[in-house]
């Protein structure tokens, strides 16, 4: 069984403190008594940080939250994603226990959009828009803005929020900086220590005469991760019509190493008082090595816990290197003359995945006449006699597969903005355009083998601590009998190839104007996109080939208002509406057709649009404190998802016909609170406590409709948005003195819908459980520059659970055990 340190969060422990946001917790001004040396580099380093996150925040004419780069290592965070959970309505999608992908205001990450010093990041997967950011280490950092509401000279392709990731600059700093960073991890579930080493560095010179005008920053991240997970799962596969009996469920077990490699390098030239440069360069390598043993129990019928009867059981590997990387090169600059101001930008961010050839499933096959299981929410298997006879499974073939995914994106961006006076009121005016081009292919092949064999001659050990798992398979002994040229599986090759291209050109004018206390911009936005798109189908065994293309455009109005309450208080509103493409795999343009079975991609599926709704309220508490509370609609169109079409009108001739549509209105009402505060006003040593919470509360329906075969008529029904939880939020409790900073963070993802299994039948759809998780950080100065750190990650063993309709029900669980982290710092500051 496993340990739960704390119970999961009720709604009512997160509507009064629910979570830390990393860019609003930190020191404020210690008291004068403790300080010294070592005290002014470690508050001035990370209070003042946080400080100018949050001026940044205050002063942005949107709505937004910034962290920077000290704030962020005061996190047991491993990539930009992990440290993007900290902050308020900001939550994350784990892979294998790990950040990945990042949720906005409760929306999926495929409607968020990313940049990283200031031009889009295209995505490495093949199918997605989202951008799985722990591909980034959080080490090449300078600062982290999740933009909420978005202004007319912002990319209008977002629907929850933007990430904009900024690497360092030398002008961040004063003089000479640099920081040497090394620690080791232990994973307690594998038993696996693994390696961690950064660098980074910066100055300043003087090219000529007069003061600094050269600057060059540059780092370099590197490390790698062994770790495991186990995992018992059906995919959903009940039969909720024959008193919830289960048609079959796997055994995995994941041995797994990660590599994370980043390099940023960027230079800043000041030409004149009045002229500037800059480049920006970012690569960022992550390998991702998989070997995965699993036990598939599939029954010949549909049984109930405890029974046992006929069963195949097949012994599976998937053995597999993925690699994905991301360059970004920007080019910029800006001249001021007089009152007008010119930016401009050239940016060109190239993404790719790839898997080498390899084994991408190895099956040896067993029948059995007494296996069944026991459980519903984590099935434990009841094996059947010579289960652990190895010489009963024969090798029934092997898939080999290598695929590569490119996805590239050239920016150029002009924009000039003149100050003025209107009404004797100070006022400015800024326009501008942006032509941006987007190319993303796809390309797979598939082998098959079929060798003879049996597994005896093939077995290996499996450490899986969920169960028994008998022998699996030694991928060393099955790469010999790939090494030939195979049979190349045409059809299954040629239907997952594609290249799609999005052509866009942008144009927007908008103004500001301070009225005393209040400021408004306004402005729109115009967008048209020119889309593309070849692939191929399977129509029974014959490939044909798929061409589509059409284009559209949008206006995009944006108003807002940022009204000053007091001198700390800040009321802000916004009316915005914004646009984001369906994924790629939604707009594919491949097909297959089995008989009376089908699935289609639809690249006719309309851009998602949503008009938006943003009202809140910012109160500053001195030095590093803030409160707020925001409050925001969305009026979502043209909302796609997955539905089968088989016997509607135009799918007459198929039983099944799987397709994407875009679906009838969405909406989505949300409530963001945050807090932070240390309370320096108690005496020593209460003074260096610390707190921060934050919640978002949101609350989304969407309607959907699905063809009835069986009546003859289309069914409507409501659904929550996909990706979408009710609540999230963040609590954090630390402490700071002249030496030590402790910080003790718990995250919380409440439930969301997973997928929609079945649009007839909600009994069907597949829900991610709450997810809660406990981290700890802890810092030492050991001297006035050199730091040790100790982490702790999960450490109350969070496992992953999802259902398949009701909570008893599994589609998967799977547990990962806690990560221990020792490393040193050494820091000029």
Same mark, same amino acid.
């Given at each position: 069984m496993t340990k739960r340190l704390i119970p999961p969060f009720s709604r009512t422990l997160l509507a009064t403190a629910v979570a830390l946001a990393c860019s609003q917790v930190q020191a404020e001004d210690s008291p004068a008594e403790t300080s010294n040396e070592l005290e002014t580099v470690r508050v001035i380093g990370q209070a003042a940080s946080t400080n100018r996150a949050l001026t940044e925040q205050r002063e942005a004419d949107n709505i937004e939250t910034t962290t920077r780069a000290d704030d962020i290592g005061d996190f047991p965070d491993n990539n930009v994603s992990e440290s993007l959970q900290r902050m308020p309505g900001v939550s994350i999608e784990r892979d294998q226990g790990e950040g990945r992908f990042v949720r906005v205001r409760g929306v999926a990450p495929d409607l968020n959009a990313v940049t990283v010093n200031g031009i889009q990041v295209p995505a490495p997967e093949a199918g997605r828009r989202a951008v799985a950011l722990d591909v980034i280490p959080?080490?090449?950092?300078?600062?982290?803005?999740?933009?909420?509401?978005?202004?007319?000279?912002?990319?209008?392709?977002?629907?929850?929020?933007?990430?904009?990731?900024?690497?360092?600059?030398?002008?961040?700093?004063?003089?000479?900086?640099?920081?040497?960073?090394?620690?080791?991890?232990?994973?307690?579930?594998?038993?696996?220590?693994?390696?961690?080493?950064?660098?980074?560095? #910066?100055?300043q010179f003087s090219l000529g005469e007069g003061a600094n005008n050269f600057g060059v920053a540059g780092a370099i991240s590197w490390g790698e991760r062994d770790f495991g997970s186990d995992n018992v799962e059906t995919g959903g596969a009940w039969d909720f019509d024959d008193n919830n009996a289960l048609e079959e469920f796997e055994q995995r077990d994941y041995m797994i190493t990660r590599e994370r490699l980043g390099v940023a390098l960027n230079f800043d030239y000041l030409l004149s008082d009045d002229t500037s440069l800059y480049l920006r360069t970012l690569h960022s390598e992550f390998r991702d090595e998989e070997i995965r043993q699993a036990n598939i129990f599939s029954f010949d019928a549909a049984q109930q816990p405890g029974q046992t009867g006929i069963a195949e059981v097949e012994k599976e590997l998937k053995d597999r290197e993925e690699t994905q990387d991301i360059s970004s090169f920007v080019l910029g600059g800006q001249h001021l003359s007089g009152d007008w101001t010119t930016d401009f930008r050239v940016g060109y961010s190239t993404v790719q995945e790839e898997e080498p050839r390899h084994a991408d499933s190895t099956v040896f096959v067993g029948d059995f006449t007494d296996a069944g299981y026991t459980g519903t929410r984590k099935p434990s298997a009841l094996y059947p006699s010579g289960f652990y006879d190895d010489s009963n499974y024969e090798l029934d073939g092997i898939e080999v597969t290598e695929g590569k995914t490119t996805d590239e994106q050239v920016d150029i961006a002009l924009d000039f903005t003149r100050d003025m006076y209107w009404n004797g009121n100070p006022a400015s005016i800024k326009f501008g355009g942006k032509a941006s081009q987007r190319d993303k292919d796809s390309d797979v092949n598939v082998w098959t083998y079929e060798p003879d064999g049996v597994l005896t001659d093939f077995a290996?050990?499996?450490?899986?601590?969920?169960?028994?798992?008998?022998?699996?398979?030694?991928?060393?002994?099955?790469?010999?009998?790939?090494?030939?040229?195979?049979?190349?599986?045409?059809?299954?090759?040629? !239907?997952?190839?594609?290249?799609?291209?999005?052509?866009?050109?942008?144009?927007?004018?908008?103004?500001?104007?301070?009225?005393?206390?209040?400021?408004?911009?306004?402005?729109?936005?115009?967008?048209?996109?020119?889309?593309?798109?070849?692939?191929?189908?399977?129509?029974?065994?014959?490939?044909?080939?798929?061409?589509?293309?059409?284009?559209?455009?949008?206006?995009?109005?944006?108003?807002?208002?940022?009204?000053?309450?007091?001198?700390?208080?800040?009321?802000?509103?916004?009316?915005?509406?914004?646009?984001?493409?369906?994924?790629?795999?939604?707009?594919?343009?491949?097909?297959? !057709?089995?008989?009376?079975?089908?699935?289609?991609?639809?690249?006719?599926?309309?851009?998602?649009?949503?008009?938006?709704?943003?009202?809140?309220?910012?109160?500053?508490?001195?030095?590093?404190?803030?409160? #707020?509370?925001?409050?925001?609609?969305?009026?979502?169109?043209?909302?796609? *998802?997955?539905?089968?079409?088989?016997?509607?009108?135009?799918?007459?001739?198929? #039983?099944?016909?799987?397709?994407?549509?875009?679906?009838?209105?969405?909406?989505?009402?949300?409530?963001?609170?945050? *807090?932070?505060?240390?309370?320096?006003?108690?005496?020593?040593?209460?003074?260096?406590?610390?707190?921060?919470?934050?919640?978002?509360?949101?609350?989304?329906?969407a309607e959907i409709d699905a063809f009835d075969e069986d009546t003859g008529v289309t069914v409507t029904r409501d659904i929550a948005l996909p990706s979408q939880s009710d609540v999230t939020g963040n609590l954090m409790f630390g402490y700071e003195d002249k030496r030590l900073s402790l910080r003790l963070a718990a995250n919380y993802t409440g439930k969301f819908l997973q997928e929609v299994s079945d649009p007839l039948d909600k009994r069907y759809d597949i829900y991610t459980d709450d997810h809660v998780q406990l981290d700890f950080n802890g810092h030492y100065f050991l001297t006035e520059d050199l730091q040790l750190t100790f982490e702790a990650i999960n450490i109350n063993d969070e496992p992953f659970y999802a259902y398949t309709g009701k909570e008893k029900f599994n589609a998967q669980y799977e547990e990962y055990g806690p990560t221990f982290k020792l490393g040193l710092s050494l820091k000029n500051l």
């Open positions: 959080a080490d090449l950092l300078e600062s982290l803005t999740v933009v909420k509401t978005l202004t007319p000279d912002m990319d209008g392709n977002s629907l929850g929020g933007t990430v904009e990731v900024k690497t360092l600059s030398a002008f961040d700093r004063d003089g000479l900086f640099y920081s040497v960073s090394g620690a080791a991890s232990y994973d307690e579930h594998t038993d696996q220590t693994s390696p961690e080493l950064a660098v980074a560095a #910066s100055n290996t050990d499996v450490d899986y601590q969920l169960g028994n798992f008998g022998s699996g398979i030694d991928a060393d002994r099955i790469n010999p009998l790939v090494a030939g040229a195979g049979t190349l599986e045409d059809v299954d090759s040629a !239907i997952e190839d594609f290249e799609m291209s999005e052509d866009r050109q942008a144009a927007y004018l908008m103004g500001t104007v301070d009225i005393q206390q209040l400021r408004i911009l306004a402005g729109v936005r115009y967008e048209k996109l020119d889309f593309e798109a070849d692939g191929f189908g399977d129509d029974n065994g014959t490939i044909t080939a798929s061409h589509f293309e059409e284009d559209e455009d949008h206006w995009l109005p944006a108003l807002h208002l940022r009204y000053q309450l007091t001198n700390d208080t800040l009321v802000r509103a916004a009316v915005t509406r914004s646009v984001v493409r369906p994924t790629f795999e939604q707009l594919s343009p491949g097909f297959e !057709i089995d008989g009376d079975e089908a699935s289609f991609g639809n690249p006719e599926l309309k851009s998602l649009e949503s008009n938006n709704l943003d009202l809140g309220i910012e109160h500053y508490m001195g030095h590093a404190g803030v409160v #707020s509370a925001f409050a925001f609609y969305k009026d979502i169109k043209n909302f796609a *998802y997955l539905t089968d079409k088989g016997g509607s009108p135009g799918f007459e001739l198929f #039983s099944d016909a799987e397709t994407f549509e875009n679906g009838n209105d969405a909406s989505l009402y949300g409530l963001e609170l945050a *807090y932070s505060k240390q309370f320096s006003s108690l005496p020593a040593p209460f003074n260096g406590l610390l707190m921060g919470a934050n919640a978002t509360f949101v609350d989304a329906t």
